[in-house]
C-alpha cells in the first residue's frame, strides 16, 4: 500500500486482518425464526436506500414493536405513516429497487440486518391491514428479502447506546432555530415552525 487511502482488497485485508472462516454462513436468503422473532419485538428501523445512480438515503422508520410485518420467508411489510412529504426514500425506490433494513431491539445489544428488493403499494386492504392508531397505513414498502443476518452488538457496547447512565438530559433539536439561522428571520418565525411540528408530531402519528 502506498498511500493512507485504501484502493483494493488485498489493501483493505492488510489492514484488517482476513475474513474468519465460515462467519458468512450466518447469512441466510430468507427470514428464519430466529429473525420473525427479532422483527417482532423491533419498534424501530433503519431503511436505506439509493436512487439510479448511487446516491444513498437512510431513513428511520418506528411505530409499536412488530409494526414490520413478515408476510412470509421471504417477503416482509412496511408501513408508511404520515410525514413531510419529501418522499426521498420512496423516490429512490421506484428508480432502484435494492434496500437495506436494519432493525433495533431497545436494550438489546444486536442487531438484525436484512437486504433485499423493494417495491411501494397502495392496495387498499394492505393499507388496513398495516393500520395503527384507528388510521390505514399510507402506503405499503413490499421487500423481497435477499439476505437476512444478525450482526453482533459491538458498536452497541463500544456507544454504550442502552446505558442511561450516560445519556445525554432532554437533547432537543429545534428546526425552527435551524430555519431562522438559515434564512436570516426572527425568533417569532422560529418559534411558530417549533409550534407547529410539535402539533405535528401530537395530531398526527
Known sequence: MTSNTIQSMAELREVIGEEIPGLHEKNMDHVDHFAREFIEKSPFIVLSTADEVGRMDASPKGDAPGFVEVLDERTLLIPDRPGNKLAYGHQNILSNPNVGILFIVPNTRETLRIN??????????????LAARDKPATLAIRVFVDECFFHCGKAMLRSKLWDSNTWQENYRVSFGEIFAARKTVGPDIAQSIDQHIEADYRDNL
Not at 433485499?116 to 391491514?129: F, H, I, K, T, Y
Open 116 to 129: 433485499g428488493r423493494a417495491e411501494l403499494s397502495c392496495e387498499p386492504d394492505l393499507l388496513q391491514q
